[in-house]
C-alpha cells in the first residue's frame, strides 16, 4: 500500500463528509463495519463482509464490531474490537490507519460502546450508518441521514489515486489466476479443478474471493450466475466461460473471458467477433456519454454480429428494435466497481442523491448515469445460447433454429475488462494486466 496515496484519499474522504455533514446539521457521524451473523440455528458464519462505506476509510477485511466515529474538528476516531480469543486469532488495528485516525481497541464489544457513548456525550446530532451492533439510538432525523446516504454513494463512484492502485492490483491477481485457469481449461480439467487452479494463481480462498467464481463448461456457460463446479470434465468439452475476481486492499477486479475448445471452429469465430465489438464499444467512452448510450450501443453490435454470422435472417436494425437481441444479450453491458462488485452509486444520478429507475427495456443495467472522471466499471458484453429466453421466440421465422442449435451446446461468450475514465484518457486495467503478464512470460521463457 502507497501510504501517501492513502493519506491523501482519506483527507478528500474526511473534506467530503464533513460537507455533507454541515449541510445535514450532523455535528458527528458513526459508521459501524457490522457484525457478522451466523447461520440458522448454528454457531457457524458466512465470509464477513463489511460495510462498504466503513471500508472506505478502513479498507481491512477482519475489521468486524469496528467503529468509526468522525466529528466536525476532531481527528477521526477508531474504535477496534479485539477479543482476548483462544478460539480464533484477534485482528489488530491495521498499521496504515496509524497517525490518521486515534485509535482505541476493546477487548469486548460492551466496553466498546460505553466508551464510544461516552464519547458521543459531546455530540448534539449523530448520523448513523451501517449495521449497528453497539446499539447506538439512531436519531430522528432519518430522512436528512438517508438523503446524506444517497449522496455518499454518489460520492463512491469517483475513486481516489489510492482506490484507482487497488483495483489495478486486484485486477493483475485475478489476471493471474485467469490465465492458469486458461491452461487447465487446455488440459481438459474440470470445473471444479479450473477453479482449484484460478485461486492457487491468483492466491485466494474461496472465503477471500469478491463474488462465487462462474466456472461454466459447455451450456453452462448459458447461465449467467453459473455456480456449480462439476467435479469430472464433460465427455466432450466445447467451451469455458469464466467470470472471477481478486481483491486488493477490500478493492475488487471482475473479469471474464471465454475460450473455445478449437481455434478453427465458429464458436471461435463468434468469440472473436465479440471481443473485436467489445475493444471497438469502449473506444466510444468518454466522459459526458450517458452509459446507457454505450449499452445500447453495444446490443446494435450484438445485432450485427448476430446477422452476420446468420443466427438471425433479419436486418440488424430489425433485430435491435424488434429487441431480439436482448434475448441473446439479457443482461447491462456493466456495473461500477470497487469496494463492491457491483458498487452502489449507479442509480444516484445527482450529488443531491437524486436517482433513475430502471429503464423499461434495459432493467438490469446497474449504472445509469453519465460517465464522470475518476469513474471505474467494467465493460461486458455477451451473446448466450439460453433455453428458457430462445423458447419464448420458437418458430420465429427471423431466428434461424438450425445454426442456433449449432452454438447451444457452447453455452455463450462473456468478455469483461475493468476501466478506468479519467478526462482525457480511458485505462483498461484488464487488457494492460494481461499484456504484463504476457511479457512477463516472454521474458521468463528468454531467460530459460
Not at 28 to 41: E, L, S
Not at 129 to 143: D, H, K, L, Q, V
Not at 225 to 252: E, M, V, W
Not at 264 to 288: S, Y
Request: aromatic share 10%; charged share 20%; glycine share 4%.
Amino acid at each position: 500500500m502507497q501510504l501517501a496515496a492513502f493519506e491523501a484519499h482519506i483527507a478528500s474522504l474526511l473534506q467530503n463528509w464533513r460537507e455533507l455533514m454541515q449541510s445535514h446539521q450532523f455535528d458527528a457521524a458513526v459508521v459501524h463495519a457490522g457484525a457478522n451473523p451466523t447461520y440458522y440455528q448454528d454457531d457457524q458464519h458466512p465470509p464477513f463482509h463489511a460495510y462498504g462505506h466503513f471500508l472506505r476509510w478502513v479498507p481491512t477485511e477482519d475489521c468486524e464490531h469496528a467503529v468509526l466515529l468522525i466529528s466536525q474538528t476532531d481527528s477521526p476516531k477508531l474504535y477496534w474490537h479485539k477479543p482476548d480469543d483462544y478460539w480464533y486469532m484477534p485482528s489488530s488495528p491495521p498499521t496504515f490507519c496509524e497517525g490518521i485516525y486515534e485509535i482505541r481497541e476493546f477487548s469486548d464489544v460492551e466496553s466498546l460502546t460505553v466508551s464510544l457513548r461516552r464519547d458521543l456525550g459531546k455530540y448534539s446530532d449523530v448520523a448513523n450508518f451501517g449495521p449497528s451492533n453497539t446499539n447506538i439510538e439512531a436519531n430522528n432525523r432519518a430522512a436528512a441521514q438517508q438523503d446524506m446516504s444517497s449522496q455518499l454513494d454518489f460520492r463512491r463512484a469517483f475513486k481516489s489515486e489510492f482506490e484507482q492502485d487497488c483495483i489495478r492490483e486486484a485486477t493483475v491477481r485475478s489476471v493471474r489466476g485467469h490465465l492458469a485457469a486458461e491452461r487447465a481449461f487446455l488440459n481438459g480439467a474440470s470445473e471444479f479443478d479450473i477453479q482449484h487452479d484460478y485461486l492457487h494463481a491468483s492466491k485466494q480462498t474461496e472465503a477471500s474471493l469478491p463474488y462465487p467464481s462462474i466456472v461454466g463448461l459447455n451450456e453452462h456457460a448459458a447461465v449467467l450466475h453459473y455456480q456449480k463446479y462439476d467435479r469430472t470434465p464433460p465427455q466432450q468439452t466445447h467451451s469455458l466461460l469464466i467470470d472471477a475476481g481478486a481483491k486488493a486492499n477490500c478493492y475488487h477486479a471482475d473479469i471474464t473471458r471465454t475460450y473455445a475448445a478449437s481455434n478453427n471452429g465458429e464458436f471461435a469465430e463468434l468469440i472473436n467477433a465479440v471481443n473485436l465489438a467489445q475493444q471497438a464499444l469502449i473506444e466510444e467512452i468518454h466522459v459526458g456519454v450517458p452509459y446507457l448510450r454505450i449499452h445500447e450501443s453495444m446490443h446494435q453490435k450484438v445485432a450485427t454480429i448476430l446477422c452476420d454470422m446468420q443466427l438471425l435472417t433479419c436486418s440488424a436494425e430489425a433485430a435491435f428494435e424488434q429487441r431480439m437481441t436482448d434475448v441473446f444479450f439479457p443482461h447491462g453491458i456493466g456495473h461500477l466497481l470497487g469496494l463492491q462488485t457491483h458498487d452502489v452509486g449507479g442509480h444516484v444520478s445527482t450529488p443531491e442523491g437524486s436517482t433513475t429507475p430502471s429503464h423499461d427495456r434495459y432493467s438490469s443495467l446497474r449504472l445509469l448515469r453519465n460517465i464522470e472522471p475518476d469513474m471505474v466499471f467494467t465493460i461486458e458484453p455477451g451473446i448466450y445460447f439460453i433455453p428458457s429466453l430462445l423458447n419464448a421466440w420458437r418458430g420465429h421465422a427471423d431466428f434461424n433454429w438450425e445454426r442456433i442449435n449449432q452454438f447451444t451446446p457452447s453455452g455463450g461468450v462473456r468478455i469483461e475488462d475493468n476501466v478506468l475514465v479519467q478526462s482525457n484518457n480511458l485505462t483498461n486495467f484488464t487488457r494492460d494486466a494481461f499484456t504484463s503478464a504476457s511479457a512477463g512470460d516472454l521474458v521468463a521463457n528468454a531467460a530459460t
